[in-house]
């Protein structure tokens, strides 16, 4: 018991001297637009200091999101707990005009939990999975993406009843998302063998060639093995970012499994270089 009450109170200490240490994070709004904010756990509860601050969620069914408003004053701060105890503390300040509406939250912004976690020096219980931060805020943005009536340009093509079409291109911390669209309207299933994203470069000279780079995508959000007769489906490719010169192109290739029926879709270093 003793040895129980010695590492809860060394645990507490540090985890109010982490509090102290935290710089914490600005988040900006107004009183024309909507500011939300994504968390990883639903809210439980959301705070501001000031009443010129609103932060508006549901209260009767727990989301993952709520609305930030402002009224100009002086700054103040946000509290937000997760259904899981989590503890999210922000400064907020009126700003005129917003470059950012949406902020994406992930679980290491937590400044801790609001009950006090006792490890045990012979067994750990975790009542949660260890996921991967980064994956689960490319599930989340993915997510919002997917739901999102947004398109970047005209990047189409279609054969023989199959249409590939890339609807969006998003920019976001160091990646690049691209929203894929996969529109089968023929009468037979479409087995997706690949689909891979390369660079293509032209070679000057007399002798013109052309040499492709391949792309490893670092996370793939629902795509496809099949596409049923007369379905369409819609997945995401999270690729690290990049910028093409007048020269260069992004190649989308679509290979069928057992089948001929595959397309390349060409899109340029314009859309790649002023993606959403």
């Not at 999101?65 to 509290?79: I, T």
């Not at 599930?139 to 947004?150: E, G």
């Not at 037979?188 to 000057?204: A, G, P, V």
């Amino acid at each position: 018991m003793k040895k129980y009450i010695i590492i809860s109170a060394l645990i507490i200490s540090a985890f109010a001297k982490a509090q102290t240490d935290t710089v914490l994070d600005t988040i900006y709004a107004n009183d024309t637009k909507n500011v939300a904010l994504f968390f990883p756990e639903p809210i439980r509860q959301g705070i501001t200091g000031s009443d010129n601050f609103v932060f508006s969620y549901n209260r009767e069914k727990e989301q993952y999101f709520g609305l930030l408003q402002a009224k100009p004053g002086k700054e103040s701060n946000l509290l937000v707990v997760n259904r899981n105890g989590a503890i999210f503390s922000y400064i907020v300040r009126y700003k005129k005009h917003l470059s950012k509406l949406n902020y994406f939250i992930p679980v290491t912004n937590s400044i801790g939990n609001e009950k006090p976690i006792v490890t045990d020096s012979i067994q750990v219980v975790t009542s949660e999975k260890n996921i991967d931060n980064r994956t689960y805020y490319y599930q989340k943005f993915c997510s919002y993406l997917l739901n999102r009536n947004q398109r970047v340009g005209r990047i189409k093509k279609r054969t023989q009843g199959i249409v590939l079409n890339v609807e969006n291109i998003v920019f976001d911390k160091e990646e690049l998302y691209f929203v894929i669209q996969i529109e089968n309207n023929s009468s037979m299933d479409y087995d997706l063998n690949f689909l891979n994203l390369s660079i293509e470069t032209r070679q000057k000279g007399k002798k013109k060639s052309l040499q492709s780079l391949y792309q490893e995508p670092i996370y793939k959000h629902y795509l496809p093995s099949k596409i049923a007769e007369g379905k369409m489906v819609r997945f995401i490719y999270v690729m690290p970012k990049f910028s093409l010169s007048n020269d260069r192109r992004a190649i989308l290739e679509l290979n069928e499994k057992d089948g001929e029926r595959n397309i390349k879709l060409n899109i340029s270093h314009r859309y790649i270089n002023n993606p959403n």
